[in-house]
């Protein structure tokens, strides 16, 4: 009996612990203006916020505000309704930039 109620303490640890790994950012995954731009389309059209938003948006940073600022006209971004939207998906798109955001390498002139 001991020794089955140890093998499950260590499998649900286990399992914890796996799934701390994947709800992290990762920021393998490049995304496309297109695919920020439809992500934003959407979430702010339907209402329906998803984990794979989250993931293009956290992933995109600057991109996302671009995105917004094609995306909704000026009357849009002003309404109450499309204005908590819009304050989502940019903190979302700010929200850890170390870990998420991947830096794209350029070349610098010498």
């Known amino acids: 009996m001991r020794s089955r109620c ?3 303490v260590v499998f649900l640890g286990t ?3 796996r ?4 709800q992290t950012c990762k920021p393998e995954g490049d995304y496309s203006f297109n695919d920020v731009k439809g992500a ?3 979430v702010t059209s339907s209402g329906v916020y ?3 938003d989250e ?3 956290n992933r995109s940073g600057d ?3 671009v995105a917004v600022l094609k995306t909704l006209d000026d009357s849009e971004m002003g309404s109450s309704e499309h204005a908590k939207d819009v304050l989502l998906i940019l903190r979302s798109a700010f929200a850890c930039p170390q870990r998420c955001v991947k ?3 350029t070349a610098v002139p010498e």
């Open 6 to 8: 140890l093998f499950i």
């Open 15 to 17: 399992l914890a612990a």
């Open 19 to 22: 799934a701390q790994d994947w």
């Open 40 to 42: 934003v389309h959407r």
């Open 50 to 52: 998803s984990s794979w």
């Open 55 to 57: 993931k293009t948006f």
């Open 63 to 65: 991109l996302v505000a």
């Open 103 to 105: 830096a794209a390498k």
